[in-house]
């Protein structure tokens, strides 16, 4: 569970006590006026962004057409969800699309041109300065109720539901990829709104996750992802929500011929996630987003991760996780001795 649960019983639904972190509140603020302001200028005809989701744990991709609109956009700790890849959505449409990009979003974003899927000119980027996304799954399942309102004070994760306040420590409810983060402030885009944040530590890249699974025995390693596998509905969440599967037909999709069966077994399991992983080799962004969006949680990045491992060894591409001009298994060389 990790962490310390502080509760303060009697704060009634609603109350309104549960506040935003300066950084984040100045930057909504700021974020609200400006897309007001690019909307009304007609510099972008629509702009992408956060809004109320379900809870206050869960907010959502909003799009905005009009001035008043922007009213609605939220920033805060709670905005997990990376918008760059509804820019392919858009791409059919005349006119520029504004977007708001964290640090991660913005290898996302770069992921989708250098693919050439997305056109960077036809696409403003509003870059924001984050303080680390709290992981909202794992809160919503140490609480066990609905969360009824949420917020960052003093360091601390404050959370209310029908039973109380709950204080948790927000640096131990990040997502992973958080505390990966190098510079948490986006440095390429065409305005920054909000004030920069500082840098915390950032974990250092061992692959000690890979290290654990590859030092298994072969038959512990094949239970292992059998138990996995097993999980997975084969909803395509992950698949969908990658910055890295852009394809215009996907395999997956194709009934002639069939790539992969509808079947859901668990040797089909390990096709689609196998066929996946190596499709993605060399140009995962490392967001984590499949992981997170995983209704059973499958530890996708497991994989994703040790592939990395793998390009960086084979191939001398020190961070493989940023896009890159020229990629290891996206070039043809007629000299290659593999191809002959």
């Not at 997305?118 to 509003?126: A, C, K, P, S, W």
């Not at 204080?167 to 948490?184: N, S």
């Not at 239970?223 to 890295?244: E, I, K, T």
Request: proline fraction near 7%; include cysteine.
């Amino acid at each position: 569970m990790g962490g310390e649960l502080k509760t303060r019983n009697g704060a009634g639904a609603g109350s309104g006590h549960v506040g935003t972190a300066g950084v984040t509140g100045s930057a909504a603020r700021e974020l609200a006026e400006k897309v007001a302001g690019l909307l009304a200028a007609g510099e972008v005809r629509m702009f992408l962004g956060y809004g109320a989701g379900r809870t206050p744990l869960r907010v959502v991709p909003r799009h905005v057409l009009r001035p008043e609109g922007a009213a609605g956009l939220l920033w805060n700790e709670f905005c997990a969800p990376s918008l760059a890849k509804y820019l392919l959505e858009e791409q059919e449409e005349e006119g520029r699309v504004g977007v708001l990009v964290k640090a991660c979003d913005l290898r996302a974003f770069k992921r989708l041109v250098a693919d050439r899927r997305v056109d960077r000119e036809r696409v403003l980027l509003v870059g924001v300065g984050c303080p680390g996304v709290v992981d909202a799954a794992r809160v919503e399942a140490l609480l066990g109720e609905p969360v009824v309102e949420a917020g960052v004070r003093d360091g601390k994760l404050v959370v209310e539901t029908r039973s109380g306040v709950c204080e948790l420590p927000r640096e131990e409810y990040l997502l992973e990829r958080c505390l990966y983060c190098e510079d948490p402030n986006p440095r390429e885009v065409d305005l920054f709104v909000g004030p920069e944040v500082a840098p915390r530590p950032a974990r250092p890249r061992d692959y000690a996750e890979v290290a654990e699974v590859a030092a298994m025995g072969l038959a512990e390693r094949a239970a292992y992802w059998d138990r996995q596998f097993a999980r997975c509905l084969r909803c395509f969440a992950c698949r969908n929500v990658c910055p890295a599967c852009s394809c215009r037909e996907c395999c997956f999709d194709v009934w002639e011929p069939t790539w992969l069966p509808r079947e859901v077994s668990v040797s089909e399991q390990y096709m689609f996630h196998f066929t996946r992983a190596f499709h993605v080799a060399g140009r995962c962004v490392d967001c984590g987003e499949c992981e997170r969006v995983c209704p059973v949680g499958v530890p996708l990045m497991k994989l994703n991760r040790a592939l990395q491992k793998e390009i960086t060894e084979l191939f001398g591409v020190e961070r493989p996780w940023e896009p890159q001009e020229k990629e290891p298994l996206a070039m043809y060389a007629p000299d290659d001795p593999d191809f002959h």
